[in-house]
């Protein structure tokens, strides 16, 4: 599980964009009839967990994630909503990376029905919305910047490093050593979930593996301090991350029901 905050939410006019909507949508639709808005879906940018996507993964994400859901906590506005994305694209900005790289978003389109049940959320996303984009795509590789070569976590020390003995994190030869997440498999809906700001949102990048299932077979008596606390800090980022997926999976769950009721 990934966490990104998300940057910018803001309306977008649907006259300029009706027919790529029409796309998507089942029946013709008007200007007037839809309300669209655009975000930013992920970055370049090296996340808290010393991982980015690589500007490649972000061109390949970007058709991935075209047509897909985008859902609303219904706990935020009285019902439950859905958007579609029908427009993505990749934004070079005059920012750069913690890295010295051009930054560079992939950004996001979505189109949602102008009805009495999205008026109030249609209000809050012109307004600025407080809440939070979680992001989820499957990701084929995660690579070490140094060299290329494939990362693996490594249990017994709660470190990630590559075959080489670069762990992210490090600097080597005055360069950083991240995860370069490459090769994008799919991408998934987008939800807007309610999360602590410090938190920040989620980018789901793929399979977690079973860390919490490790730490329970560890003998914390038989351990190094360093190690104890290091093997906590794990435990816990994951408990956060298994809230977190929960909460998707809940939302996801809820706004299927919705589509189907529909
Ligand atoms: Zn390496």
């Known amino acids: ?17 009706i027919e790529l909507i029409n796309q998507y949508a089942e029946k013709e639709l008007t200007p007037e009839e839809v309300f669209c808005f655009s975000m930013i879906l992920c970055d370049n940018e090296v996340d808290r967990d010393m991982e980015r996507f690589t500007d490649e993964s972000l ?11 985008v859902l609303f906590d219904h706990r935020w506005s009285t019902e439950k909503q859905v958007a579609r994305l ?20 992939l950004r996001g389109s979505a189109y949602m029905l102008r009805t009495d049940e999205t008026k109030e959320l249609i209000k809050s996303i012109e307004g600025g919305i407080k809440k939070e984009v979680s992001v989820g795509c499957q990701m084929g590789g995660c690579k ?10 490594d249990w017994q020390t709660g470190k990630t490093l590559c075959k080489n003995g ?29 999360v602590p700001a410090q938190r920040g ?41 298994d809230d977190e997926r929960n909460e998707r999976a809940r939302i996801l769950a809820e706004n299927k029901k919705f589509m189907e009721e529909k």
């Open 59 to 69: 061109d390949e994400l970007a058709p991935l994630f075209l047509g897909k859901s």
């Open 144 to 153: 070490c910047s140094i060299c290329g070569d494939n990362l693996s976590f």
């Open 1 to 17: 599980m990934k966490t990104e905050k998300l940057k910018s939410v803001s309306p977008v006019s649907a006259d300029v964009d």
């Open 201 to 241: 949102a989620g980018v789901t990048k793929g399979e977690d593996g079973d860390k919490i299932e490790f730490l329970k077979t560890i003998d914390l008596n038989k351990i190094s301090k360093e190690k104890k606390i290091e093997a906590v800090k794990i435990l816990q980022t994951s408990i956060i991350e």
């Open 86 to 105: 029908y427009r993505t694209f990749v934004e070079k900005t005059d920012e750069k990376t913690l890295m010295g790289d051009q930054k560079n978003l």
């Open 166 to 194: 670069h762990l992210t994190g490090e600097t080597y030869d005055g360069k950083l050593c991240v995860g370069d997440l490459t090769d994008p498999k799919d991408a998934y809906e987008v939800s807007f979930v309610a």
